[in-house]
T-cell receptor, first 116, second 113 residues
Framework: QQQVKQSPQSLIVQKGGISIINCAYE??????FPWYQQFPGKGPALLIA?????SEKKEGRFTISFNKSAKQFSLHIMDSQPGDSATYFC???????????????FGDGTTLTVKP | EAQVTQNPRYLITVTGKKLTVTCSQN?????MSWYRQDPGLGLRQIYY???????DKGDVPEGYKVSRKEKRNFPLILESPSPNQTSLYFC????????????FGPGTRLTVT
């Protein structure tokens, strides 16, 4: 049972364009939604994260949009750069103080290529 | 330097030969977790630990064991590895109140023949 569905699997964007990656989750127990960026040969690194009581969070060129009623969230990368070329994972976590705290489920990943 | 370290980074072994992958963090994190990454399947959680002597199963715990005797270490044990455990393994850690913001190690690529 896949609890977090991520799309698209791969994405090609021109430099300066907007990259959009979408995720949907099923388990309403999740209460934290991070995005991770992974470069080849490296471990994932936290990029940006959001809690379900907020509809949008922006950090520089990266924005998370969150729709609690639809159980969907997305990552927008504005002014995409070739250095943004990486694999992006959405995740859903259950945090401290809740039943099953510590459980984390990841999407399958999106390989982003930004063409110069 | 704050980091999560894993050893070994690469390992080729044979079916049935017990092995341990070590994970250590120097950030005083209470929470540690193991994941496996397979092409097209993202990262799947194997086991996690909210504190010393406290461990819980993730989504794919079969064939794996863990122990948490010290705060900084969280070894992953494969008592009888099989070829379907060939994968890229990541250890991660965080403060227990911030389990959604995990720091990942560099990964261990395991091949079981």
């Amino acid at each position: 049972q896949q609890q977090v569905k991520q799309s698209p699997q791969s994405l090609i964007v021109q430099k300066g364009g907007i990259s959009i990656i979408n995720c949907a989750y099923e388990n309403t127990a999740f209460d934290y939604f991070p995005w991770y960026q992974q470069f080849p040969g490296k471990g994932p690194a936290l990029l940006i994260a959001i809690r379900p009581d907020v509809s949008e969070k922006k950090e520089g060129r990266f924005t998370i949009s969150f729709n609690k009623s639809a159980k969907q969230f997305s990552l927008h990368i504005m002014d995409s750069q070739p250095g943004d070329s990486a694999t992006y994972f959405c995740a859903a976590s259950i945090t401290w103080g809740r039943t099953n705290a510590g459980k984390s489920t990841f999407g399958d990943g999106t390989t982003l290529t930004v063409k110069p | 330097e704050a980091q999560v370290t894993q050893n070994p980074r690469y390992l080729i072994t044979v079916t049935g030969k017990k092995l341990t992958v070590t994970c250590s963090q120097n950030m005083n994190h209470e929470y540690m977790s193991w994941y496996r990454q397979d092409p097209g399947l993202g990262l799947r959680q194997i086991y996690y630990s909210m504190n010393v002597e406290v461990t819980d199963k993730g989504d794919v715990p079969e064939g794996y064991k863990v122990s948490r005797k010290e705060k900084r270490n969280f070894p992953l044990i494969l008592e009888s590895p099989s070829p379907n455990q060939t994968s890229l393994y990541f250890c991660a850690s965080s403060f227990r109140r911030e389990t959604g913001e995990q720091y990942f190690g560099p990964g261990t690529r395991l091949t079981v023949t």
